[in-house]
Every structure is written in structure tokens, then in C-alpha cells.
């Protein structure tokens, strides 16, 4: 089993819609997750980081963690053609330093 | 966050040869990371850069390989050694910043990446 895993995609959803990216770790005592979003040809921006059970707003992006299924997701409300990107969701493990550990990432097409 | 500079941002190498990257952050921060992401796929944490002591290597990697400067708590540097082509990768250092609370919750910040082609 894959430490962090995400829907390849590609999902496509029209300019102004919610989308859903949906991400599930194997690791129980992992405490910290983080939402990246990664244009072509540019290296990962944190966008979210998420800590505690429940949501977490910040604008249009809303996390969403729930330990007990291990679970986290990203929402993107009002999606924006400049919102198209992969979005990789990292998880930490603590193992004498805060290692993180990525999903392949899901690639995010939206359509004007 | 931090601002975050690697040089170079790309190189294209002969194979059995060996490039070293520099990352550099403009302020001093503990932890700094070295990844590889290679072509289509997800980053892969090669190596924690500790200043004044060795790195700590994932499973996978070593030092032979891919040997890790950490001179001061700015600056730090990764050898890609005898390269072939299946090193041709993009790779990235990040920096951890502190983000108030347990050590876990800290964030990590990456820099632009350098993209390596080993031909």
C-alpha cells in the first residue's frame, strides 16, 4: 500500500464550479497534511495545511481531514482556468525530522 | 516562507559525469530537504541536509551517490555523481519553516528546481 494515494485524474470541471480532490494516507499517527499545487514546469506551492479534524477555509480552498478514515481532501470553490494544475497532497511522518511523503498528484483541467 | 534560489536551473550532462547543485535560502532555517521528481511522477525525498553533520539518506539512496553539503544554515549543496540517464530528474531542496505549534506542523517551502537531462 502506497503511503499517500490521490486519483490520477485528469478531472476536468467548468470555470466556476466546485472541485473535489480527494486524498487517503496509510501512516495512523501521521499529524500534519499539506495541499501543493504544482503548474507545469514550476515546483510545488503549499497552498493548505491542515492539522486538526474537520474543514479549514482560506479563500476559495477549503481542506478537509478526518483521522478516522484517513482521510483529506481539498475543495476549490469557483474554480478558475488559472486554478489548472496537479495537486499533490503530503503527508508527514516524523522520523527524527518531519519528512513528507507526496501522492503522484491529480491533475486539475478547468474549463473556461 | 522563504525565498528560495537553486542554481543551476538546468543542465544537460554527459553520462559518468557529475553535477552539483547549490540551493540557497535568504534566511537561516534548520531543516533543508533535497527531493527528485522525476519525469511525470510525484516527488521523492532523497535526503535531509543536517548542518555540521552528515545528511540523512532515504531508503534508496546513498551517499556515494548522491553525496550532501550542508556548510551553514542558509546554503547547501547536492552532487548528482557518475551520472546515467536514468538521473535525469527534476531536483529540488526545500526549507522547513516554522509554523507555531508542534515541530510536525512546520511547512516546507520549495525552490524553483533544477531540471537535469543526462544524455
Known amino acids: 500500500q502506497k503511503e499517500v494515494e490521490q486519483n490520477s485524474g485528469p478531472l476536468s470541471v467548468p470555470e466556476g464550479a466546485i472541485a473535489s480532490l480527494n486524498c487517503t494516507y496509510s501512516?495512523?499517527?501521521?499529524?500534519?497534511f499539506f495541499w501543493y499545487r504544482q503548474y507545469s514546469g514550476k515546483s510545488p506551492e503549499l497552498i493548505m495545511s491542515i492539522y486538526s479534524n474537520g474543514d479549514k477555509e482560506d479563500g476559495r480552498f477549503t481542506a478537509q481531514l478526518n483521522k478516522a478514515s484517513q482521510y483529506v481532501s481539498l475543495l476549490i470553490r469557483d474554480s478558475q482556468p488559472s486554478d489548472s494544475a496537479t495537486y499533490l497532497c503530503a503527508v508527514n511522518r516524523w522520523t527524527g525530522a518531519n519528512n513528507l511523503f507526496f501522492g503522484t498528484g491529480t491533475r486539475l483541467t478547468v474549463i473556461p | 516562507s522563504a525565498v528560495i534560489s537553486q542554481k543551476p536551473s538546468r543542465d544537460i550532462c554527459q553520462r559518468g559525469t557529475s553535477l552539483t547543485i547549490q540551493c540557497q535560502v535568504d534566511s537561516q532555517v534548520t531543516m533543508m530537504f533535497w527531493y527528485r521528481q522525476q519525469p511525470g511522477q510525484s516527488l521523492t525525498l532523497i535526503a535531509t541536509a543536517n548542518q555540521g553533520s552528515e545528511a540523512t539518506y532515504e531508503s534508496g539512496f546513498v551517499i556515494d551517490k548522491f553525496p550532501i553539503s550542508r556548510p551553514n544554515l542558509t546554503f547547501s549543496t547536492l552532487t548528482v555523481s557518475n551520472m546515467s540517464p536514468e538521473d535525469s530528474s527534476i531536483y529540488l531542496c526545500s526549507v522547513e519553516v516554522v509554523a507555531g505549534g508542534p515541530a510536525a506542523y512546520n511547512e516546507q517551502f520549495f525552490g524553483p528546481g533544477t531540471r537535469l537531462t543526462v544524455l
Open positions: 501512516d495512523r499517527v501521521s499529524q500534519s
